[in-house]
């Protein structure tokens, strides 16, 4: 992946911000002639009220179903959420559809249950001292408690990699590279809200001894007082920038700090559906990040574009009556819904309608860019399962059919998988795609 630099506007930092020089000696380095931002609301005054441009904004839809929707599920639904005279409704997830699959696709096969221990037969006791024959797939040697054992994989033969942590980098040239885990596991659980996590180095990491270049964050951000929500977010650092994986664990970690600052106006925006004011904070926020970012590759007499990362968030309200989620991305990656037993593969419709087809593997990122794509999805309804992740999931999952298959008989039977079988589900393998892999998957439950 080679990065592509875009230009963009960031938000200005508060007055109370300890890191306002660091902004402004920065800021005049990373956009030289920019004009300065206007001032802040100051603490305890109330911003004036977001306006709509007048007309009716496109907000892009998703395809339609031929089907009529069916009806939910009996159970208490969460009242309508009123929206303001002007405001725009959110862009529309897929509604509720009968069972459908994509052209050409197969039936999805459910996951095969444990096989059986093996029992000596009757009157003809096992000899100790005779070799075992091999375990069946889930068994340990011994047959007494199961085993997942190597990730599943399409086709008739495995890649060539083994699906095991190999090299490793070293501690001399970068301690920071080498005190990155090969794998990450995370989670958490509100109400009718589940959340797994995986973040899995790629096999030509591996095998050349790379760190992981993937990062991901699952959090909380705002107050008990104002209303909290989710943070679930995924970083891909560009594969030729020499510190990109330093930049993609400091975006998680900015983002988690400086849309905090922001969720009460945040969560508002979402309960009203207003894109555009949800747009001006994720802009502001993602500015910052972005010369902060710049800053820290100066300090270390780096370039800015040699951390070069992506970054994908999902905002989730933790209110169940706010069924809407806000969206935010800089570079490449994917947001997938499986509804019904059928994949959305791209709900964000970030995709370039004219594309050719063949895999383009520029991308914007951070610093460079400092603006973000952003989109209000909704209504969320019990049952979906909305996966975020980088490419090294969403480019296999949209091109391989038994990936799909696989995942959708794993994600989508109603269970939450539990963390350990999220990461082995996670790691289905595809012949010729041995990126790094991450995700952050949602599960809504009825509320």
């Not at 009806?71 to 997830?93: H, S, T, Y």
């Not at 999805?108 to 375990?135: C, F, Y």
């Not at 998680?252 to 849309?259: D, G, S, T, W």
């Not at 820290?296 to 933790?318: C, K, N």
Request: hydrophobic share 35%; glycine share 10%.
């Amino acid at each position: 992946m080679q990065q592509e630099g875009t230009g963009g506007a960031g938000g200005a930092a508060g007055h109370d911000d300890p890191l306002e020089a660091t902004w402004s000696s920065v800021e005049s380095i990373v956009s030289p002639g920019r004009p300065q931002p206007t001032q802040q609301t100051p603490p305890g005054a109330q911003p004036p009220p977001q306006q709509l441009p007048p007309g009716p904004q496109p907000l892009q839809q998703l395809p339609p179903g031929p089907q009529p929707p069916q009806q939910l599920p009996q159970g208490p639904q969460p009242p309508p959420q009123q929206l303001p005279p002007g405001a725009q409704p959110p862009q529309q997830l897929p509604g509720p559809l009968p069972q459908q699959h994509m052209p050409g696709a197969e039936e999805p096969q459910p996951l095969p249950s444990r096989a059986p221990e093996p029992q000596p037969e009757t009157g003809h006791p096992p000899v100790l001292h005779e070799p075992a024959d091999e375990p069946e797939h889930g068994q340990s040697a011994a047959g007494s408690f199961p085993l997942l054992g190597d990730p599943w994989h399409s086709g008739k033969k495995p890649p060539t990699y083994a699906p095991v942590p190999q090299e490793l980098p070293n501690a001399g040239e970068d301690p920071v590279a080498a005190a990155l885990p090969d794998i990450v596991v995370d989670g958490a659980a509100y109400g009718p809200l589940t959340v797994r996590a995986a973040s899995v180095r790629g096999d030509s990491h591996r095998y050349r001894g790379e760190p992981r270049q993937d990062a991901l964050c699952v959090t909380r951000i705002g107050t008990p007082a104002a209303g909290e929500m989710l943070l679930l977010a995924v970083a891909d650092g560009v594969g030729s920038a020499a510190r990109s994986h330093v930049g993609s664990n400091e975006v998680c970690r900015r983002a988690a700090v400086y849309l905090d600052r922001a969720a009460g106006s945040l969560l508002a925006a979402l309960r009203a559906a207003d894109l555009t004011a949800f747009t001006e904070l994720a802009d502001e926020a993602v500015g910052r990040i972005a010369v902060l970012l710049a800053d820290l590759a100066m300090h270390e007499g780096r370039q800015p574009d040699a951390y070069a990362t992506t970054l994908r968030v999902l905002l989730v309200p933790l209110d169940p009556a706010v069924r809407t989620r806000g969206f935010l991305a800089v570079g490449d990656g994917g947001t997938a819904v499986l509804r019904s037993g059928t994949w959305y593969l791209d709900v964000t419709q970030e995709e370039d309608a004219d594309a050719s087809g063949m895999i383009d593997t520029r991308t914007a990122a951070l610093p460079l860019t400092r603006t973000a794509v952003t989109r209000i999805l909704g209504p969320a309804m019990p049952g979906d399962v909305l996966v975020l992740c980088t490419d090294g999931l969403s480019t296999p999952l949209s091109g391989e059919q038994e990936m799909r298959d696989f995942l959708g008989a794993a994600w989508g039977n109603g269970t939450v998988p539990g963390p350990a079988d999220f990461l082995w589900q996670t790691q289905f393998r595809v012949k010729s795609y041995d990126d790094d892999r991450s995700a952050v998957v949602l599960w809504e439950g009825s509320a």
